[in-house]
């Protein structure tokens, strides 16, 4: 069954068209949890802490293409809701274009800089974790366009009006990861360096693909043509998107911050802890992105079409849906917290301290589905600064608030709960903003 833009949308229909963008995030998740277990499990000591060291730079620059992406298919999705096809083809090939362009000078420009960034975020300019560091920098830096590529691409296959080929295209990327996983670091002992290897295997397949399909002749909406430079749709893009930068950008910085607090309250263990409960919480939290960028374009369609009607129709749905997932992944997590965190194989000192740590950790997903949710709707709604302003808030402002004051007065626990006060103190904002933007766009 075909879904368009253009439907009406029932709980069923709607759960179909943005099934296919959440098992993609999630999937995307998965590949990265089952890379870590690899490499928790076979590649060493110290490589896992490496990882989750360096991780925060790729959050940074992979997050450019999550901006041009979300932005992007928000402008597309209302230009194409407004009749002008060909005018959203346009923008969408300048947006590939450009993030090409940039993904490739990021390539060349972080060689030079991975040695200077591996000191400052694992703290010391020697050592095996700083090795490791630089030498898994230097190899994913080099597949960093494709990874960029893959990235837009994640909401553009939605707003094609294709995002089973998306699923697809990022499941096989993650097959493809998984099994070079296996291969290089299992069976051919490279440790690390393997993990690297297929890390980038995968995503230059993640990026290419998707170039050949939407430059060939196709069935979607979209298409890879001619275009010039539009400044002023490359710069909505950018502000569309913002919130969605920003959110990847301060992750990395609270990251850090984590990182930091718990080196210093109970050392490298409590680092590894955390890197476990980081892979876990990210699946979790793909479930809700990935609904976030599949039901997207919908309110963008419609918003550019000015039908109020089916977007207060999808806004309430989005409501109770996002309610149910909510309070489903909490008591997940909290039943399931010590065999998801017993699977990296650490120690029993660093599982017992990751098991405690998920529990308190875990409520935050009665929350941060909403927050996620209020922030991807004003993007669809073409008002990036709303919608950074809520990343901002809840990413920058109260995270790094709590996290850097809580362990004052709770120790550890203080750092464990950091993300669930920051996520009460960021849905307060959120409400706000959509009670008081509900009858400008029409959606409630």
Known sequence: MRIQLSDHFNYRKLLLFVAPSIVM?????????????????????????????????????????????????????????????????????????????IGGVIAVAGQFAVEPVAALLCGSSEGTIYEYCVLYGRILLAAQPFFILQNIFQSFFVTAEKPRLGLIVTASAGVLNMVLDAIFVVGCGW???????????????????????????????????????????????????????????????????????????????????????????????????????????LMGYNYGAQNRDEMKNLFKKSLIIISVLSFAMF?????????????????????????HGFRIYAVIFIMCGFNIYGSSLFTSLNNGLISALISFLRTIVFQVTFVMTLPLIMGINGVWSAGVFADVASIIITVIFVICYRKKYGYA
Not at 29 to 58: K, R
Not at 227 to 255: D, P
């Open 25 to 101: 995030m999630v999937f995307t998740s998965v590949y990265s949890v089952v890379d870590g277990l690899f490499v928790s499990n076979f590649a060493g000591d110290g490589a896992f802490t490496a990882i989750q060291y360096i991780f925060p730079m790729f959050m940074v620059l992979g997050s450019i293409g999550f901006m041009l992406g979300t932005g992007g298919s928000a402008l597309v999705s209302k230009t194409l809701g407004e009749g002008d096809k060909e005018r959203a083809n346009q923008y969408f090939s300048l947006l590939v274009y450009v993030t090409l362009v």
């Open 191 to 297: 440790g690390l360096l393997g993990a690297a290897l297929a890390t980038a295997a995968s995503q230059v397949f993640g990026g290419v693909f998707p170039v050949i399909y939407f430059a060939l002749k196709n069935k979607s909406l979209l298409r890879l043509t001619k275009t010039k430079f539009y400044g002023k749709a490359v710069l909505k893009s950018c502000t569309n998107g913002s919130s969605e930068f920003f959110s990847n950008v301060s992750s990395a910085v609270v990251i850090i911050l984590y990182n930091y607090q718990i080196r210093t309250l109970i050392g490298d263990a409590g680092v590894d802890a955390y890197a476990a409960m980081g892979y876990i919480a990210m699946v979790f939290f793909a479930i809700f992105m990935g609904y976030a960028v599949g039901s997207a374009p």
């Open 331 to 355: 008591g997940l997590t909290e039943g399931l917290a010590h065999p998801l965190m017993a699977m990296f194989r650490h120690s029993e000192e660093i599982t017992k301290i990751a098991v």
